[in-house]
């Protein structure tokens, strides 16, 4: 006998979930798959001057890696505010488009980093596109709190300024470069990137503690009769 529940209606909440996931995924992925179609050996260096070439374009390949890693960290983070998500909502999906939008720009100006590295105007508007990015971030993350009751599955409700904090880790720091840019902190500048993974451990003071479960009552005696 064949089981009823085979037969149910597909959830539509469930599957309008699932595309904008598996479409949020594919920009990620085609953008993260641009950083590197970006990367051109120099002209004039044939295979045998092969490490000549590469020591070329060392800008390019310093702004291909750091670019692919801070993505990576956008996608990881896109993906914590998402599976906290237990319903689709339209307001959130078009948060979303916006991200996306910011995080597709990543590409050019990591071309623009590569070919004139980071003591310029190419790294400042670097910085302001990572800012972009986490604020869209963070922005997700408001949209979703807004009703987290209906939105969001009951493990992350109250949790918003702990996640805020780890979503804007990026943008934090990005900003902190583009001012010490602005100063001419050049060095300080070009490696402001090192701080994402300590705000985001410090982020960790803000995170709501579990509250411990009650000890069990201790059997009731019983009184002989």
């Not at 237990?86 to 980093?113: E, G, I, K, Q, S």
Request: proline share 6%.
């Amino acid at each position: 006998m064949a089981d009823p529940a085979s037969h149910a209606e597909p959830d539509p909440q469930h599957m309008l979930l699932e595309r904008m996931l598996f479409f949020s995924d594919a920009v990620f992925a085609i953008v993260l798959t641009l950083l590197a179609l970006e990367l051109r050996m120099p002209a004039g260096f044939d295979d045998a001057h092969l490490l000549e070439g590469l020591a070329e374009m060392k800008s390019e390949l310093i702004a291909f890696g750091v670019s692919f890693a801070i993505v990576g960290v956008f996608w990881l983070a896109h993906l914590s505010v998402l599976r906290a998500v237990a319903r689709f909502d339209w307001v959130l999906t078009a948060v979303n488009l916006v991200f996306l939008f910011t995080v597709t720009v990543t590409p050019f100006v990591a071309t623009l980093v590569g070919a004139d590295g980071t003591t310029g105007n190419a790294w400042r508007l670097y910085c302001l596109a990572m800012v972009a990015i986490s604020a869209m971030l963070c922005a997700l993350l408001l949209v979703s709190h807004r009703d987290e009751e209906r939105l969001l599955h009951e493990a992350h409700h109250g949790r918003l300024a702990y996640r805020m904090v780890r979503a804007g880790a990026p943008g934090i720091a990005f900003a902190i470069g583009f001012f010490m840019s602005l100063e001419d902190w050049r060095i300080a500048a070009s490696v402001c990137w090192l701080l994402v993974p300590l705000i985001m451990l410090a982020a960790r003071l803000l995170e709501p503690r579990k509250a411990k479960p009650a000890p069990p009552a201790p059997p009731a005696e019983s009184t002989p009769s």
